[in-house]
């Protein structure tokens, strides 16, 4: 298997860890021709929509670029596009795995737990402009949009009143 495929592996097991231990439900779109790697389902939220859902654009990265307030990313101008606009469904999200460059690094294991390896940032591009670029569109996703427990659950929370995170 080659290090993309374990990439694409490795930020969908992060996901799902993640998902988890919030109790949401994931499942993978049959096809991927619409930007939509994963789709995490939450259940019995109190406003507005009782089942919630989000769909996650999963990208896993060695390069860790940006600074102390900025991880930058080039994603491609279709998955930009596919990301783009308030006339989705559900909120449309991208999450970005940073690893580290061996795929060693990724995981470690000790006699009482298993570290997951490195960070997982998530950014909504639903207000972002159109792109003249004709490949890639490089994003500085701010370092405070960590992929925790904590704010999968205030993703969730917003979609459930028809919100999207800023």
Same mark, same amino acid.
């Given at each position: 298997m080659d290090t993309n495929q374990r990439?694409?592996?490795f930020s969908r097991a992060?996901?799902?860890a993640l998902a988890a231990q919030v109790g949401f439900r994931s499942s993978i779109p049959d096809v991927d021709d619409d930007s939509v790697d994963l789709i995490l389902?939450? =259940?019995g939220f109190s406003a507005g929509i009782r089942?919630?859902?989000l769909e996650i654009q999963l990208k896993c990265t060695a390069k860790n670029n940006g600074c102390d307030d900025y991880f930058t990313y080039q994603l491609s101008i279709k998955n930009y596009n596919d990301l =783009?606009?308030?006339?989705?469904l559900c909120p =449309?999200?991208?999450f970005v795995l940073a690893v580290p460059t061996e795929t060693d690094g990724w995981l470690s294991h000790e006699k009482d737990h298993t570290k997951l390896k490195h960070c997982c940032y998530w950014m909504s591009l639903s207000e972002l402009p159109d792109s003249c670029n004709d490949t890639t569109v490089?994003?500085?996703i701010p370092k405070v949009n960590l992929l925790t427990a904590e704010s999968l659950i205030e993703l969730m929370?917003?979609?459930s009143i028809r919100g999207v995170a800023a």
């Amino acid at each position: 298997m080659d290090t993309n495929q374990r990439k694409e592996l490795f930020s969908r097991a992060f996901v799902g860890a993640l998902a988890a231990q919030v109790g949401f439900r994931s499942s993978i779109p049959d096809v991927d021709d619409d930007s939509v790697d994963l789709i995490l389902k939450g =259940r019995g939220f109190s406003a507005g929509i009782r089942n919630p859902q989000l769909e996650i654009q999963l990208k896993c990265t060695a390069k860790n670029n940006g600074c102390d307030d900025y991880f930058t990313y080039q994603l491609s101008i279709k998955n930009y596009n596919d990301l =783009r606009g308030d006339d989705l469904l559900c909120p =449309r999200y991208l999450f970005v795995l940073a690893v580290p460059t061996e795929t060693d690094g990724w995981l470690s294991h000790e006699k009482d737990h298993t570290k997951l390896k490195h960070c997982c940032y998530w950014m909504s591009l639903s207000e972002l402009p159109d792109s003249c670029n004709d490949t890639t569109v490089t994003l500085h996703i701010p370092k405070v949009n960590l992929l925790t427990a904590e704010s999968l659950i205030e993703l969730m929370e917003l979609a459930s009143i028809r919100g999207v995170a800023a």
